[in-house]
């Protein structure tokens, strides 16, 4: 993953740091910057955050070329010699990285006689540019560039010249243009805090950055040109106290509104009512967060549109052979729109012929401009590294998506698609019902925390909310946590259920309540402790939940559940922002 910046302009170190904080949402391990002087280039890194990094900066003179890095491990542990920048044995080179570099031990077989101080794969890169350096610095950045395999955005500065340079393929690079400097950077929204227009590099490109401007080429030297826009100016981080998570969870009745308005704004559904007639198959696409709000509405649509609908792993479906034609249509779910599986997803999909949808957060992200069509979320930007908000818009813009192609098709009416429209602004009143009485949520989470393990159960479109439910646990409490569809339990997971584990049943659904029922007298009875959300049980404590349009219901069961999860870890005192080995954008494979 990582966060790279770089920038040529007045003031560079400061803006770096500040750049990186924005940043660090793509990891968080450990940071450094480089500068250019007269005199040389000088860096600096360390373990920990951007604000270690910051405090050790601190000496630091002004420069007008700077590159910084905000790490997440891939290849070799969190220490200070594995973080970036990296320099060549010479002094003349340095860079930052973010991607894989697949063929790195090849490539450190062409140095014998060079020491790495590193375990990483992205100190080569260093290391080969002061190689094949002969006097020209883009043709040993080129020479270099080719020879690599893998992910990458790499940024560079050397000794040799007042430039930067930047080799792209896969991993993001957003370069950016203002009257105050230029700009590199791993994504729209930071580099569009400092440049006026901003630019994605194509795969297999090299960008040169100078004082007057930017210069694109392929590997081969080929000047190549690159489309400049004005990017939204977005979110500023937070700054007063307080997690960020808790904030952007009392967000969401405003983002359920803002999704369904943005909707609307922005024309809906993109295709035409003959191509949505032609479909034969509609896969939702994702990952963690995003799979589960595609699985989420998948249920949902079923009961409305006469066609398969399949919600599938990013992951696996790039090497999975799902059928895709012109038939297909494929909706890749991504807040960031960055995910380095899904792109690939999509990808795969546009090349078989399949029709492209990006549902994300950030329209301008790489997934939108590889789509055929891009609808916005508008959850507004998501920094805390457990996704909240940005589910419950990507449950309203979904839904919405899938009733208009239904209309379309002929397979829901126009009413119950109006019914729908309607429903959310009661989804939204619901959701600021819920979030105003938090305090049973928090008692609960004192007893969850001392649980072994969560289990967490529904049935139909409950299943997938119990998934995101325990995804949430998971990920910010540490706590053991699973998902099942409530049916499962007595087909071998039951063996788990004694004193000290909690379930959660989901239980949205009244004609699924006598189902759920059977599933928690039978954990109960072996000792587990039961919460339910929405209906009630003997048994069982009970989260109750207001009611709204049953197809909206989900976007609504979550919250506590979001809550949930956030109190939990809280009271474990976990750094809820910001996970063990997470980060919030997975930009590698
Ligand atoms: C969980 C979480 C992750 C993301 C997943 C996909 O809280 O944030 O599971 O949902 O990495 O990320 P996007 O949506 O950016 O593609």
Redesign the pocket.
Known sequence: MCGIFGMIGQNAVKTTLDSLRYLEYRGYDSAGIAVKRKEGLEWTKCMGRISELQKKAQGMAESDIAIGHTRWATHGRVCEQNAHPFVSEDGAFAIVHNGILENYLELKKELPNVHFSSQTDSETVAHMLSAVYRGDVLEAVLAVAKKLQGSFAIAIMSVYDNKLYAVKNKSPLVVGVSRNGTYLCSDVGCASRQAEQVALAEDNTVAVLSDKGVRFFDFDGQERRAKFFVAEQSAELQTEEGDVMLKEIFEIPQKIRASRQGYLQSGGLRLSDEEARRLKRIYLV?????YNSGSQVACVARNFLDIDILPVIASEFIYDNYPVGEDTLAFL???????AD?LRAAEKIRHSGGITYAVTNNACGSLGFLCDYVSNVCAGAEFA???TK?YNCQLVTLTLLLADIAVSRKTLSVQVRKDILCGLEEVAVASEQLLTDVYPLVRLAEELKKCSAVFYIGRLSDYPTACEGS??LK?ISYIHSEAYPAGELKHGTLALMEEGVAVIALATDEAMAGKIAYSVTEVVSRGARVISVGHAFPEAENIPLPKVHPYLADIISVIPLQLLAYYTAKSLSRDVDKPRNLA???TVE
């Open positions: 994702g990952c963690g967060t995003a779910i991504s807040q960031s729109g960055e995910t899904t590294v457990a996704s940005a995804l949430k990920e919030k954008s997975v």
